[in-house]
């Protein structure tokens, strides 16, 4: 399965140049860019990706997986699903960009409360900003953050940042498994 998504993030998620020519969030220039959405919003994307999530998560005793909005949110769909095929049921959420301000104030949508242990997800991890950024949230909304797991590590110390806020922190896939995949083809 991994094998499989890496060549998928490969053909239509990943991009990769000897020259610095991807402008980043944080404005630096890059040699590779990830946008895992063209993959994750692939039917066989999806499957992979929520099949190879929910295996990292599997024991990790949690009744939710989700994270910051709309990166996180295939994958914590496509997880929730297979975990249900694995009768093993995880409920997906999703964590606002910007808190609700009618209604119930909530930063989190979903079918979690206070008190649940949940694992936060993210599609790519530079920094680790928006990952930490979830946890915080979901911490706010009383939810014990006991995992967090990335599909893709650029392996530029994002990982490492998240593992200060949750210890237990893995990556699906590496910049360096997508670069070896790339030069293959």
């Known amino acids: 399965m991994k094998q499989e998504l890496i060549e998928i993030l490969c ?32 039917p066989r994307g999806m499957f992979l990706a929520g099949h190879l999530v929910f295996n990292a998560v599997r024991d990790a005793d949690i009744a939710g997986i989700g994270g910051l909005t709309f990166g996180a949110d295939p994958i914590a769909v496509a997880a929730a699903f297979a975990s249900e ?44 900003g928006s990952t930490i950024k979830a946890i915080e949230r979901a911490r706010s909304e009383g939810m014990e953050v006991v995992k967090a797991v990335v599909l893709v590590d650029r392996q530029e110390g994002g990982l490492e940042n998240i593992q200060k806020y949750v210890p237990d922190t893995t990556a699906i896939i590496t910049r360096d498994e997508l670069i070896r995949q790339w030069r293959a083809f």
């Open 11 to 42: 053909r239509k998620s990943f991009k990769y140049s000897e020259k610095p020519v991807f402008k980043l969030v944080s404005g630096r220039m890059s040699r590779f860019y990830v946008n895992c959405k063209p993959t994750t919003l692939d």
């Open 85 to 128: 095929l694995n009768k093993h049921p995880i409920r997906a959420f999703s964590i606002r960009k910007e808190q609700k301000d009618h209604g119930i104030i909530r930063w989190i949508e979903g079918d979690m409360a206070a008190g649940d242990r949940v694992a936060i997800i993210d599609d790519v991890a530079t920094t680790g």
